[in-house]
């Protein structure tokens, strides 16, 4: 069964730290998804993505932030300058159609730990 | 505006007993999707039901909605000590063509053997 898979699943790294979040979503999905979820914690909403661009993000996706599908298979996220307050999981998700209309498909997680 | 509200935040039930959990939203909706997380995992979909909709089965998982009330309940009949896990109410937001889905805070639900 097609899956959403995630990379890394756990990354440690120190303040100030540049880091990329990779995801491959199930390869006849257009749409994409970035959540994250601090530890025992609600699943907050980071950004979406079709058609080659950003069609959504919540105020967490600041100037920090940033999304890209480099290869039509990979879908990363990159966090510029990490904080504290980044420590959580990311979760990635993809979806044949919008949110209003069908289901998410999520990865297992990258677990990011921010020292 | 918070979307996806669910209570109780935490139940404890026996094995065979049901466990019902509910949501609240805010906004008009154009589907109400219910999600489970077993710790530490990724989510995986259960249900979607849309604003249409009243109710839904499949399984033995139950989804009412009333878009009146705005709310929606997931029951799960006859549980098993693997239903242990956290389950998300999720929406859309019809307003504004949002292209995100809103997921509540969860219920973490315990079904002891």
């Known amino acids: 069964e097609p899956e959403v898979t995630q990379t890394p699943s756990h990354q440690v790294t120190q303040m100030g730290q540049e880091v990329i979040l990779r995801c491959v979503p199930i390869?006849?999905?257009?749409?994409f998804y970035w959540y994250r979820q601090i530890l025992g914690q609600k699943v907050e909403f980071l950004v979406s993505?079709?058609?080659?661009?950003?069609?959504?993000k919540s105020e967490i996706f600041d100037d920090q932030f940033s999304v890209e599908r480099p290869d039509g298979s990979n879908f990363t996220l990159k966090i510029r300058s990490t904080k504290l307050e980044d420590s959580a999981m990311y979760f990635c998700?993809?979806?044949?159609?919008?949110?209003?209309?069908?289901?998410?498909?999520f990865g297992e997680g990258s677990r990011l730990t921010v020292l | 505006s918070q979307q996806g509200e669910e209570d109780p935040q935490a139940l404890s039930i026996q094995e065979g007993e049901n466990a019902t959990m509910n949501c609240s939203y805010k906004?008009?909706?154009?589907?109400l999707q219910w999600y489970r997380q077993n710790s530490g995992r990724g989510l995986v979909h259960l249900i979607l039901?849309?604003?249409?909709?009243r109710e839904k089965h499949s399984g033995r998982l139950r989804v009412t909605l009333d878009t009146s009330k705005k709310s929606s309940s997931l029951l799960i009949t006859a549980s098993r000590a693997a239903d242990t896990a956290s389950y998300f109410c999720?929406?859309?937001?019809?307003?504004?063509?949002?292209?995100?889905?809103?997921f509540g805070k969860g219920t973490k639900l315990t079904v002891n053997p």
């Open positions: 993505f079709y058609n080659n661009e950003i069609s959504e």
């Open positions: 906004t008009s909706i154009n589907n």
């Open positions: 999720a929406t859309d937001e019809v307003q504004g063509g949002s292209e995100k889905l809103v």
């Open positions: 039901i849309r604003s249409n909709e």
């Open positions: 998700a993809s979806s044949v159609t919008g949110p209003n209309t069908g289901e998410l498909f």
């Open positions: 390869s006849n999905h257009l749409y």
